[in-house]
């Protein structure tokens, strides 16, 4: 047998200028009386309410993505994790502001106008929705048929929000202990998670290390060959110096060899001309 809720969720899926006409005309063809007469109690939803319900029934892993984000948030809240709550922050008024569009965009597609203030409300909805648990599950259960709110630090009010019975129950919270031992656990991973980066970055700087001294390795080895060729070079090149300084001497002891025959024969000779005068 379909219930209330059920037969809720199926007549708010007509735009509401249609839903009064739809919710009698099941009312009527409704032969459980008590439930005819909780079908007429039904009431009317507002636009934005209407808007979010068909975000939820026509998006409804979209919605389930929202949900498991605000409660990834929640989480962070009670963990005191400050870096994880800010993207987490900036992720949710991003997803918030992303379904409200194309929630607005789809019910217009749809040939329902929705005004500015309607679209405000559906904002704030899909908010009250992250920021709350129940409201969430509110929202999940494509039967609002009013805006919701979230202000301050107190609870979304609920009260006459939902048409049919109430959102499935809130899961149970975690303990005190509970909450101080997956802080405890946050904290460790995140410290695991720095010391990993801490010894990721070591290795990296003691690779350029080594390649820096490898680099420099080479290089003394190459200057070392180059300074062992040119001492070899020198010895060379102090050889053949010697070699020329020995050619020198012998040439010049031939050189003044030459100089005393020259010496010796000029004597002669002059000696010669000086018989025959």
Do not use: N
Request: hydrophobic letters at 50%.
């Amino acid at each position: 047998m379909v219930g209330l809720d059920e037969i809720a969720r199926e007549l708010l899926a007509a735009p509401p200028s249609d839903f009064v006409a739809a919710r009698d005309a099941r009312a009527r063809a409704e032969r459980d009386r008590d439930l005819a007469r909780a079908i007429r109690a039904l009431r009317r939803p507002t636009l934005a309410a209407w808007v979010v319900d068909a975000l939820a029934r026509e998006q409804p892993d979209a919605v389930a993505r929202m949900l498991g984000l605000a409660e990834s948030l929640r989480d962070a809240q009670d963990e005191l994790d400050g870096a994880e709550l800010r993207a987490l922050t900036t992720q949710r008024r991003a997803l918030v502001a992303r379904l409200a569009a194309d929630a607005v965009d789809r019910a217009e597609a749809a040939g329902v106008r929705v005004s500015a203030a309607a679209r405000e409300d559906v904002e704030r909805t899909l908010t009250a929705a992250m920021l709350d648990a129940e409201a969430g599950r509110a929202v999940a259960s494509g039967r609002l048929v009013r805006a919701l709110e979230s202000v301050g630090l107190e609870g979304v009010d609920l009260a006459g929000a939902l048409a049919g019975g109430d959102p499935p129950p809130a899961p149970v919270r975690a303990s005190a202990d509970e909450l101080a031992g997956r802080r405890a656990r946050k904290a460790a991973e995140r410290a695991a998670r720095e010391a990993d980066a801490e010894a990721s970055e070591a290795v990296r700087a003691l690779r350029g290390i080594e390649a820096a001294e490898a680099t420099a390795r080479e290089r003394a080895e190459h200057l070392d060959e180059r300074i062992a060729q040119l001492q070899r070079d020198v010895a060379r090149l102090g050889r053949e110096r010697d070699a020329a300084r020995a050619e020198e001497r012998a040439a010049a002891d031939e050189r003044a060899a030459a100089e005393r025959r020259v010496a010796d024969a000029e004597r002669r000779a002059a000696q010669s001309h000086d018989a025959l005068d």
